[in-house]
């Protein structure tokens, strides 16, 4: 089971990214999707979740209305759009699988990537 990250980079404030991570070794569609972050010296935090088939999303209130979640089943990958980025938005970025719901809770969560690193400058 592989989740490859990419996509951060040093960002100005109001700016945008676009994050990817792209799934194998398991069967992608049959799970949901999470986005978490960890910012330095802080602990982990869920940002989105994406439902199986991407028709039902969840959001974070700090990201909401500003990060968009999506899923390309296809393309066994999953996308984090963020816009009107915020220094507080600096942190490692990573997705996760979670074979049996939507899940907001990192617990839940069966399958980890490695991360991508976004850092905002003020």
């Known amino acids: 089971v592989q989740l490859q990250a990419s996509g951060g980079g040093l960002v100005q404030a109001g700016g945008s990214l676009r994050l990817s991570c792209a799934a194998s070794?398991?069967?992608?569609?049959?799970?949901?999707m999470g986005w978490f972050r960890q910012a330095p010296g802080k602990e982990r935090e869920f940002v989105a979740a994406?439902?199986?088939?991407?028709?039902?999303?969840f959001y974070s209130d700090s990201v909401k209305g500003r990060f968009t979640i999506s899923r390309d089943n296809a393309k066994n990958t999953v996308y984090l759009q963020m816009n009107t980025l915020k220094p507080e938005d600096t942190a490692v970025y990573c997705c996760?699988?979670?074979?049996?719901?939507?899940?907001?809770?990192?617990?839940?969560?069966?399958?980890w990537g490695q991360g991508t690193l976004v850092t905002v400058s003020s």
């Open positions: 996760a699988g979670d074979r049996d719901s939507t899940s907001t809770a990192a617990y839940w969560y069966d399958y």
């Open positions: 070794g398991f069967t992608f569609s049959r799970y949901a």
């Open positions: 994406i439902s199986r088939g991407g028709s039902n999303t």
